[in-house]
């Protein structure tokens, strides 16, 4: 990237920084019917405390979009639970239903990959983000038109900008009226799914940082999506790694990106572009296609691509465990030493 970025934000410390706003227990999300339905989300758990950002990173095809589907109900689970603490006793979203759901919806929302396909050509931006007030019954009357002023402003535009259709604005701007429509709503948790993708280089380092202003000054809760490792790195206090609808390592940014212990992430690590041609890769990369998620490899669902496969792993499906405080990983054997620089 080549803008400059802001520091990143602290995550709080006490007791919010330790408290989960979502419990994810053992997610699963098949799409089909009979023997081989594609496994999207197979058996994922994971938690997002109140006040930080977790990222979730993988290949193309790995689930990460459609458990930021799930979290935000825009599709259905086959099963498991997703635990909301934000608003008294824990409640499962994951059993609810669309209308009982509802209430809820002002306080979980999403920012779309697509910047362009996520709005409606035919609404100006004032009718955009007062559908999204009108729904849950936000700002009312006289108050209708200062609000969307002010979430304009919020996300560094100008107010003249509502009386705008949105082919009138670029991809940065674009995506700036969808994290505004988010906003419009005052959501307690923001998934952001891969909101930079669509974007110019020149331009992501804005979006990110708004982002981080954004969180620190709302305190909000952020799932961001993405396969841009240094973004991740920079903006995201924990990480999940997912592979092929499973997660295969979850641990503090920093630990992370030291220290990876399960192969598929030290291979994810390797993959990230290098900035001195004369720099030899410590890692090989990996070897052939993602399988398909309607036929998963038996066993550890990494290991027909994976350097360090063993004969057991075929049969046996090794279960996330922690190795340090924090840092947990599906794989049977451990790595103690540092990535190369």
Known sequence: MSAVLQQPMALPTGSLAEAPLLEVQHLRKYFGSGAHPVRAVDDVSFTIRQGETLGLVGESGSGKSTIGRLLTRLVDPTGGQILYHGAGAAQDLAALSQGQYRPLRSKIQIIFQDPYASLNPRMRIREVLAEALDTHGLAKGRARLPRIHELLQQVGLRTEHADRFPHEFSGGQRQRIGIARALAVEPKFIVADEPLSALDVSIQAQVVNLLGELKEQLGLTLLFISHDLDVVE??????????????????????????????????????????????????????????????????????TRCPLAEERCASTDMLLREVQPGHLHACWKTAHHPTSP
């Open 234 to 303: 920079y903006l995201c206090d924990r990480v999940v790694v997912l592979y092929l609808g499973r997660v295969m390592e979850i641990a503090p940014t920093e630990a992370l990106y030291a220290n990876p212990q399960h192969p598929y992430t030290r291979a994810l690590l390797a993959a990230a572009p290098i900035p001195d041609p004369a720099q030899r890769r410590s890692i090989p990369l990996l070897q052939g296609d993602l399988p398909s998620p309607a036929h998963p490899p038996s066993g550890c669902v990494f290991r």
